[in-house]
């Protein structure tokens, strides 16, 4: 679909009344929601905000967060959403060669001294900019696993392109309604929030609270499959007919135990450069992510997966200049490696995380991918740690539910990996390195394991 105006007020001039959004369980109407961002963009507009300007939003999940940030496209602002938990000192770091004009922080201490500080403040008078579908929208911190995270830069085009490949596999309209569960600061709420403003369903917005309690009225959800587990665990009921996984390998008896509740389960792979997915399928217990979605392009050069789609970003955004994502060859090499079988691609793992342990190659989320199928492990990092003998041995950080003893877990993998797979010690993820950044660090893990081991 393509629109001739902002997407909001698009389905305004076509079911006004019908609704549109649930926000902490009040109802908007697709016109009552087009009042209330015209009168956002009215109030940031007085307060300077123009068209090209560079705007952070430090927000977590919330209806002013949602707002905010529709009000802030329809001012033709170029959108930095921001974590709340990241530390301020990378912030600082992070934002001087993002040109950013002004700061609207809805969580957080206090504001940035290099920038303006915005308030929600409504009123009425101007509607903000036209709608430029090529315009640059957004500008979305990737993980900074090896380093400081970088902007990618996407326009309304691109977002739509990639919401567009998603909804021709996984239906989602009419009174459809898809909680956002996941964070705007990351790629795959925002495609969330896309899917929503093409396919002219709903959305529901709440503060954070209990999942079940979110989750009441929506049939749509973007889940880890832990929280699936727990969901289907649970006595609460819910409406649910279809949930997009991510975050781990999907166990073939969580599908069939979501299908036997009526919930369809999908799962794929995407990253920040393409506006979340890339490829996807009906979960099926195989390890694959599925094949590409239509806009999208992939191929395997020397076992690297390349890729090019319509939702690719515009370049990564330094010093006021676009800096290409592409290769020269006009594709996004992602360093991961793959596998491709029938036109199903399976991700083997990052290239970088490769190590050799007494010259057996060690792809760590192969073990991850393992060790993760335990019923009461909900995150599992395999990092090397140095070895005098064997070169490097793979050490397992891992999150359980309370109460398991993780020194019974080399015994449940004696039988599941080979000799010189299996960790040589087992840690807890230490909460300090749940906290700030957009994926955890295998950096930072790597460094944490050896001052415990080796301190």
Not at 58 to 76: F, I, K, R, S
Not at 256 to 284: M, N
Request: charged fraction near 20%.
């Amino acid at each position: 679909m393509t629109f001739s105006d902002w997407p909001w007020r698009h389905w305004c001039a076509r079911k006004a009344e019908q609704q549109a959004l649930r926000l902490n369980g009040e109802c908007l109407t697709w016109r009552e929601l087009c009042q209330r961002i015209d009168a956002l963009v009215s109030g940031f507009v007085l307060q300077g905000v123009r068209e090209g300007d560079g705007v952070m939003l430090q927000a977590h999940n919330h209806p002013d967060t949602l707002l905010a940030w529709l009000a802030l496209l329809q001012c033709g602002a170029r959108i930095l959403p921001v974590n709340p938990q990241l530390p301020r000192s990378v912030v600082e770091i992070l934002l001087p060669p993002l040109t950013l004009r002004f700061a609207l922080v809805l969580n957080g201490e206090g504001g940035y001294a290099s920038l303006s500080a915005l308030k929600m403040d409504r009123h009425k008078g101007s509607t903000g900019a036209a709608w430029q579908p090529e315009r640059l929208a957004t500008m979305t911190l990737t993980s900074g696993s090896t380093g400081l995270p970088k902007a990618a830069v996407h326009t309304c085009a691109a977002h739509l392109a990639s919401a567009e490949g998603v909804l021709a596999l996984l239906p989602y309209a009419g009174e459809d309604d898809w909680l956002l569960s996941l964070p705007l600061f990351h790629v795959s709420g925002q495609g969330i929030l896309w899917r929503w403003l093409l396919a002219g369903a709903r959305l529901t917005v709440c503060e954070k609270q209990p999942l079940e309690q979110m989750l009441q009225g929506c049939t749509h959800a973007s889940l880890v499959p832990t929280q699936l587990w727990r969901l289907l665990n649970g006595e609460a009921k819910v409406a649910l007919k279809a949930v997009l996984l991510g975050g781990a390998a999907i166990p073939g008896e969580l599908t069939l135990r979501a299908a036997s509740r009526g919930i369809r389960s999908w799962c794929g792979y995407g990253l920040t450069e393409f506006a979340s997915t890339v490829c996807a399928k009906e979960a099926d217990g195989q390890t694959d992510v599925g094949y590409p979605l239509p806009g999208r392009e992939v191929k395997l050069v020397e076992g690297e997966v390349w890729l090019k789609a319509a939702s690719m970003a515009s370049g990564y955004w330094r010093d006021g200049q676009l800096v290409p994502v592409a290769n020269p060859q006009g594709w996004f090499a992602t360093r991961d490696r793959g596998e491709i079988v029938d036109g199903r691609l399976t991700i083997l793992g990052r290239m970088d995380n490769l190590f050799f342990s007494g010259g057996e190659g060690i792809q760590p989320e192969e073990l991850e991918r393992v060790i993760g199928t335990h019923p009461q492990v909900s995150q599992v990092y395999v990092v090397p740690l140095d070895d005098v003998e064997f070169g490097q041995r793979p050490v397992a950080v891992v999150e359980c539910e309370a109460g398991v003893d993780i020194a019974q877990l080399p015994h449940w993998v004696g039988d599941k990996l080979a000799r010189f797979q299996q960790p040589v010690h087992w840690l807890v993820l230490p909460a300090e390195l749940k906290n700030g950044g957009i994926k955890i660090s295998r950096r930072a893990l790597q460094q944490w394991v050896y001052q415990s081991l080796k301190g």
